[in-house]
């Protein structure tokens, strides 16, 4: 019985971000998503954001950094909650497809003449997207690298998400 249960206790985790994952498809799907900005501190949100994976980046021994500009943020009218799932979503395919190296992150905030510009910027030294499938990873349930990585997992809806989160917050 200790074997089912060490084997289920890592899943349950897991289990909860796959539907998480469909939740979230499912209300973008259904024009459900209404965003819900105020005045946040973006520059705390993504230091939470690198606080959560930090443990699973060293554990696979990589250099996790964020760069802000300007430093520090100026507070931002957003929904937090969106800007938070499109992070952790591009962070987790970053410790997802990185097996050694770095994940950087950079964090940008420019004035336009129509309002202000957030920028997310996410590199890493993991396998990158080949070049036939860039089109197409931002589509539900596309997996770029099936062939390449089958034990990565995932339901090929963490993009497709950022994506349309990302359309609704513009």
């Known amino acids: 019985h200790r074997q089912l249960v060490s084997a289920a206790r890592p899943a349950g985790p897991r289990l909860r971000h796959l539907l998480g994952h469909a939740l979230d498809y499912s209300r973008m799907a259904a024009g459900q998503f209404q965003p819900a900005p105020d005045w946040h501190d973006v520059q705390q949100l993504a230091n939470d954001c690198l606080a959560a994976v930090r443990p699973s980046v060293h554990a696979k021994g990589l250099q996790l950094d ?12 957003i929904d937090a909650a969106a800007l938070r799932q499109i992070l952790n979503n591009l962070l987790g395919n970053a410790l997802k497809f990185t097996a050694q190296g770095r994940i950087d992150v950079a964090v940008s905030v420019q004035r336009r003449a129509g309002g202000t510009e957030l920028q997310l910027t996410i590199r890493d030294t993991g396998i990158g997207i080949p070049a036939e499938r860039q089109a197409s990873v931002f589509k539900p349930f596309a997996q770029s690298h099936a062939d390449h990585a089958p034990d990565a997992g995932g339901t090929g809806l963490g993009l497709s998400i950022c994506h349309d989160l990302v359309a609704a917050l513009q």
């Open 66 to 77: 964020l760069t802000l500009s300007p430093d520090p943020l100026p507070p931002l009218w």
